[in-house]
C-alpha cells in the first residue's frame, strides 16, 4: 500500500472516518448511494475506497454495527485465554503479525513517573478518528483516539500519566511504526514494537489482552482467571481501562459477561467501530 503521508492516503483515512462515524450513527437506514452522497464520491467509487481500508463492503460493515453485535461475538468469537497461545491463536490475528517485540518498563522505573524517559508524540489520521500516538526511542507506549473526547483531552490524558517525563512533538519519529499499526504498508519500514509503562499487575492484564486474536472477544473475568487471579474482576477492568495503548493493546476486545459492551475510555463509539471493523475484516 502507498506511504501514510500520501495525499490520497491521508484523504482517503478521511473519508473512511467519516463514513464510519455515519454509518455508526445511521444504521442500516443509510444506503450506498446515501452514503456516497454524503462522501462527495460516486457509490462506485466510495465502495472501492471503503472496501480496500475495511476490508469488506458498507453494506456489510453496517451488519457489525447492528445491535446485539457484541452479544453475538462473544457467543461466536468468545477466546478462553488458557488455550488461546496453545492452540496458535495468539499468533493468528493480524495484530501479531505487526510485533517483533514487547518490553516493559520496570516497576521501580515506572514508580519514578517517566523521569528520565523522552516521549515523542504526535497527531496521525485513522478509520476511528484522530489518534495521538506516542512513543519512546523503544516502541509505541501512548494511543488514544479523540472523537468522542476533543484533542486537547486525549493529550492531557496520556501525559498525565507518565508526569515527569519529558514529551516533544515529533510525529516524524513515530511515522513508521504508526503506518505498520494501521495497516498502510503489509510490514512498514520496521515492525511497530511496544513498551509497556504500566504497575506490574496492569501489564499482566495488558499482556493477557494481548493474546486475544483479531477478531474475537473475551471477558472481564476471564482475564482475571487467566492471569491467576479469578476474584481480580474489578481491578482487571480498572488496569484494561487504563491500558495507554489503545488497540494495539486490544482493550476493545474486553467486553462484560452478559455481552454488554462494558466501558471504553475513548467512547463506547470507537469501541464498537473497533469491534466492528476487526469482525468484518475477520470474515473478508
Known amino acids: 500500500m502507498e506511504q501514510l503521508n500520501d495525499t490520497e492516503d491521508r484523504y482517503h483515512y478521511h473519508i473512511v472516518r467519516r463514513a464510519i462515524e455515519l454509518v455508526d450513527d445511521k444504521g442500516s437506514s443509510l444506503t450506498l448511494d446515501g452514503l456516497a452522497r454524503e462522501m462527495g464520491m460516486s457509490p462506485a467509487h466510495f465502495q472501492r475506497v471503503f472496501s480496500r481500508w475495511v476490508g469488506v463492503s458498507p453494506k456489510r460493515y453496517q451488519q457489525y454495527l447492528a445491535l446485539g453485535h457484541a452479544k453475538a461475538l462473544l457467543a461466536e468469537r468468545f477466546t478462553t485465554l488458557e488455550t488461546a497461545h496453545a492452540s496458535g491463536l495468539s499468533g493468528g490475528g493480524r495484530l ?84 505498520s499499526t494501521f495497516g498502510v504498508s503489509d510490514a512498514g519500514p520496521e515492525p511497530a514494537p511496544l513498551y509497556l509503562i504500566g504497575a506490574p499487575f496492569q501489564i499482566k492484564v495488558w499482556e493477557a489482552l494481548l493474546r486475544v486474536p483479531s477478531g474475537h472477544v473475551t471477558t472481564y473475568s476471564e482475564i482475571a482467571q487467566s492471569i491467576g487471579n479469578p476474584r481480580a474482576v474489578r481491578a482487571v477492568g480498572t488496569a484494561v481501562g487504563r491500558n495507554p495503548v489503545s488497540w494495539l493493546i486490544p482493550c476493545h476486545r474486553a467486553l462484560r459477561k452478559s455481552g454488554g459492551l462494558g466501558g471504553y475510555h475513548w467512547g463506547l463509539p470507537v469501541k464498537r467501530a473497533m469491534l466492528a471493523y476487526e469482525a468484518a475484516r475477520a470474515e473478508a
Open 96 to 179: 501479531h503479525d505487526l510485533f517483533l517485540r514487547w518490553e516493559a518498563m520496570s516497576p521501580g522505573d515506572y514508580a519514578k513517573g517517566g523521569a528520565g524517559l523522552t516521549i515523542f508524540w504526535g497527531w496521525f489520521p485513522s478509520p476511528f478518528g484522530p489518534a495521538i500516538v506516542m512513543g519512546t526511542a523503544k516502541g509505541i507506549c501512548g494511543m488514544g483516539f479523540a472523537a468522542e473526547t476533543g484533542e486537547r483531552a486525549a493529550l492531557d490524558d496520556l501525559i498525565a500519566r507518565w508526569p515527569a517525563a519529558q514529551f516533544v512533538e515529533d510525529p516524524d519519529q513515530l511515522r513508521p511504526w504508526v503506518m
